[in-house]
């Protein structure tokens, strides 16, 4: 039975949380955000920028304090949880203490009369790996495993929209990494249109369509894993996004290009005015030991072998800046060598000291 993909349109959301005898909060500062149905976004952002606050907006758990919230042709803003058909998976969404497992993913359904609900129950259980957990109740379960209930609670109803926050944090590496795939293989099969919040970097770029950075209530950047690496749109998201994480450096611009200091200089794919103060960004992926031609110069301060490839933490000369630069194999280096540090001009980021922007 497949879902109606719908698509899910946030215009202007805005949350103020006020508690008595505290100033108001805004935790949501009127995001746009327009998925296309299908479409599965990560929102991805630091601690405390107003994730979860989204989320439960969107699922009629928290009020809204300004803005819309559209599913398809539907504004549902003032419609309560149930009426939304939205399926959600939270960690805080109480199981039903007294009910077993099984009778936990089958209550939605049977309170709208599904013929198949068992059939229903029983293959979103095989997939999510969790057929031995049906008979027990919710307060034998361990972290993890109340995590996949309450991710199979949300799957089974079949919701055109599903919400989920955190789904896989409890789960050890091996299985978050095959319920991970298994999330995406039956989002795709039935065109749940969902969002998933995670702190998780490579949960995000693995599940992800697009990805919808936040910082401070605001999102900073809306686009695809790709975009969002190759360009990022400010120093936020290109520091916050990439592991290991990007260096940023100041910088003056010298036309075609960017200078650190007396450490030397890098062509750039934008023109950067001569004279002008820039934050330069370099990630370990794209700065690399040069065979001549432009770079950085620095000496070495340790390497670390990760088999795959090295990262070199170089000390620039006369900056007081360390710079990350992934090595390949065969290419060693060592602590103390001298080396100049080049990188194509595309993947040199020049952002604007103040607003932090991207120059483009
Ligand atoms: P995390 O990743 O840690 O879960 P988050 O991005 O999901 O964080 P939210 O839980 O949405 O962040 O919280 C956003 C901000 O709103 C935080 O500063 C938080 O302290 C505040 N906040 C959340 N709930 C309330 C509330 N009920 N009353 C007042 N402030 C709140």
Redesign the pocket.
Known sequence: MTATAQSLRLESLRKT?T?RGREP?E?VKGIDLDIEPGELVALL?P????????LRMIAGLETVTGGKIMIGDRSVGDLPPGKRNVGVGFESYALYPPLTVRENLAYGLKARRAKDATARVDAIAERLEMTELLGLRPANLSSGQKQRVALARALVRNPPVLLLDEPLSHLDAGQRQRVRRELKVLQREFGYTTIV?T?DQLEALSLADRMAVMDAGVIKQFGTPDEVFDAPADRFVADFVGEPSITLLPGTGTGDGVRVGDAGGLRAAVRVAEGRDVVVGLRPQDCHPADGGPGLEGTVLVFEDLLEFGLATVELRGVDTRVVAQVEPGHPVRAGDRITLAAPPERVHVFDPASGERLR
Do not use: I, M, N
Not at 47 to 54: D, E, L
């Open positions: 949380y508690a909060f935790a952002g601690s405390g920028c107003g994730k979860t606050t989204t919040v702190h």
